[in-house]
């Protein structure tokens, strides 16, 4: 069947129905179960950035920005997961293709998440390295097929390179560490190696990815090869907080709808002289999330380009990605508070909504001091 943004959009609601109707569940369960990780690989979100020489779609930031969102509306953190799955991915280009081959080797829909945080550390051995460490919050882990880590390795001069390497999941040894008041789904548990052999083919520079170099250049379609991690990190992380912000709107929507209607009863003290306040809330918190999610159109265009965005528009969109979840928040928290008693229900999906939304602007890819540095300094 061919590969259309109906199709893809389609796909994504009927996660979202699924994830709604399992999110109590899940954030018992602390992950995902399966069959969300299937049907999040039926709809192609494993293979959106493979190459398309391994059978992959090659996908682009702003498809996931229009269907990772509609899964977060129902569920943050199964639409965390997608857009991690789906993300992770392009990290490869940055490894030979002989690695490249190996991951994909049984097909487009391999199973990839990446820490590209120097938890390990790594020595040499022949033409490869063994590598031990400890990397925390690897969302979606349980349901991997490859790891990819960073390590620190001893240079020439006596100081220190950080390399990526991928390995299979089944040398990784798992410890439940991932217990969080937000995005409990997640499965963000840790990731252990000690003393694994990771071959040359599957290890690569952590600057080459950053600066959005790819092992071979001619290989790799521009969305995979030219657009620097700082540029597109942010959006990854956001478009599931869109989502939520989008969700906590529509039922905060829906209870102010049912004051509204109560206002029109004789005997419900208050409820009138609270409509205009309602309406302000309601207004300004709409539109808060629509400018958010203009805003992350412009981030998602640039990391599409087919050019190399320049230090300036990195900067820009690093900025931009911590602005706009500090803005979801605002608005999340705003209309939590108009929504009472009635939202704090326990097992109810507001208080989830409210809690994975300032859960998620919380990750370190998301902070404002760091981005307006950066911005400050490239201006």
Same mark, same amino acid.
């Given at each position: 069947?061919?590969?259309?943004?109906?199709?893809?959009?389609?796909?994504?609601?009927?996660?979202?129905?699924?994830?709604?109707?399992?999110?109590?569940?899940?954030?018992?369960?602390?992950?995902?179960?399966?069959?969300?990780?299937?049907?999040?690989?039926?709809?192609?979100?494993?293979?959106?950035? &493979? /190459?398309?020489?391994?059978?992959?779609?090659?996908?682009?930031? !702003?498809?996931?920005?229009?269907?990772?969102?509609?899964?977060?509306?129902?569920?943050?953190?199964?639409?965390?997961?997608?857009?991690?799955?789906?993300?992770?991915?392009?990290?490869?280009?940055?490894?030979?293709?002989?690695?490249?081959?190996?991951?994909?080797?049984?097909?487009?829909?391999?199973?990839?998440?990446?820490?590209?945080?120097?938890?390990?550390?790594?020595?040499?051995?022949?033409?490869?390295?063994?590598?031990?460490?400890?990397?925390?919050?690897?969302?979606?882990?349980?349901?991997?097929?490859?790891?990819?880590?960073? #390590?620190?390795?001893?240079?020439?001069?006596?100081?220190?390179?950080?390399?990526? #390497?991928?390995?299979?999941?089944?040398?990784?040894?798992?410890?439940?560490?991932?217990?969080?008041?937000?995005?409990?789904? &997640?499965?963000?548990?840790?990731?252990?190696?000690?003393?694994?052999?990771?071959?040359?083919?599957?290890?690569? =520079?952590?600057?080459?990815?950053?600066?959005?170099?790819?092992? =071979?250049?001619?290989?790799? /379609?521009?969305?995979?090869?030219?657009?620097?991690?700082?540029?597109?990190?942010?959006?990854?992380?956001?478009?599931?907080?869109?989502? #939520?912000?989008?969700?906590?709107?529509?039922?905060?929507?829906?209870?102010? !709808?049912?004051?509204?209607?109560?206002?029109?009863?004789?005997?419900?003290?208050?409820?009138?002289?609270?409509?205009?306040?309602?309406?302000?809330?309601?207004?300004?918190?709409?539109?808060?999330?629509?400018?958010?999610?203009?805003?992350? !159109?412009?981030?998602?265009?640039?990391?599409?380009?087919?050019?190399? /965005?320049?230090?300036?528009?990195?900067?820009?969109?690093?900025? =931009?990605?911590?602005?706009?979840?500090?803005?979801?928040?605002?608005?999340?928290?705003?209309?939590?508070?108009?929504?009472?008693?009635?939202?704090?229900?326990?097992?109810?999906?507001?208080?989830?909504?409210?809690?994975?939304?300032?859960?998620?602007?919380?990750?370190?890819?998301?902070?404002?001091?760091?981005?307006?540095?950066?911005?400050?300094?490239?201006?």
């Amino acid at each position: 069947m061919q590969d259309t943004p109906e199709r893809r959009l389609a796909a994504a609601r009927s996660i979202a129905r699924q994830a709604g109707e399992l999110a109590e569940e899940t954030d018992r369960a602390r992950r995902i179960g399966p069959d969300a990780v299937k049907a999040i690989a039926e709809a192609g979100f494993m293979r959106h950035f &493979t /190459p398309v020489r391994f059978g992959g779609r090659a996908g682009g930031f !702003g498809e996931l920005l229009d269907t990772v969102p509609v899964i977060g509306a129902a569920c943050p953190a199964t639409a965390w997961c997608a857009s991690l799955f789906a993300g992770s991915p392009r990290f490869l280009s940055f490894f030979p293709e002989e690695g490249q081959a190996q991951v994909w080797a049984d097909g487009p829909d391999a199973a990839v998440i990446a820490s590209v945080i120097p938890f390990g550390e790594a020595v040499p051995e022949g033409d490869g390295l063994r590598v031990t460490g400890r990397w925390p919050y690897m969302s979606g882990i349980d349901h991997a097929d490859w790891v990819i880590v960073c #390590a620190k390795v001893p240079a020439a001069d006596g100081g220190q390179r950080l390399l990526l #390497a991928v390995v299979p999941r089944s040398q990784c040894r798992v410890e439940d560490t991932w217990s969080s008041v937000g995005m409990r789904g &997640t499965g963000s548990n840790t990731a252990v190696l000690e003393d694994v052999f990771v071959p040359a083919a599957r290890i690569a =520079d952590r600057a080459a990815a950053f600066a959005g170099r790819p092992a =071979d250049p001619a290989a790799v /379609p521009p969305v995979a090869g030219l657009a620097p991690l700082p540029a597109v990190n942010g959006l990854t992380f956001v478009a599931p907080a869109l989502g #939520a912000a989008r969700g906590t709107l529509a039922l905060v929507t829906e209870a102010l !709808g049912g004051r509204r209607r109560a206002a029109a009863v004789p005997g419900i003290p208050g409820a009138a002289g609270n409509q205009a306040s309602y309406d302000m809330l309601l207004a300004r918190s709409a539109a808060e999330i629509d400018a958010a999610g203009l805003l992350l !159109g412009r981030v998602a265009e640039l990391a599409d380009a087919d050019r190399a /965005p320049t230090p300036t528009e990195t900067a820009r969109n690093v900025r =931009d990605s911590a602005f706009v979840v500090d803005t979801l928040v605002t608005a999340v928290n705003r209309l939590y508070r108009a929504a009472g008693t009635s939202g704090q229900v326990a097992d109810g999906p507001l208080q989830r909504l409210w809690r994975d939304v300032n859960a998620i602007a919380t990750h370190q890819a998301l902070q404002f001091e760091p981005a307006a540095r950066l911005f400050a300094q490239t201006r």
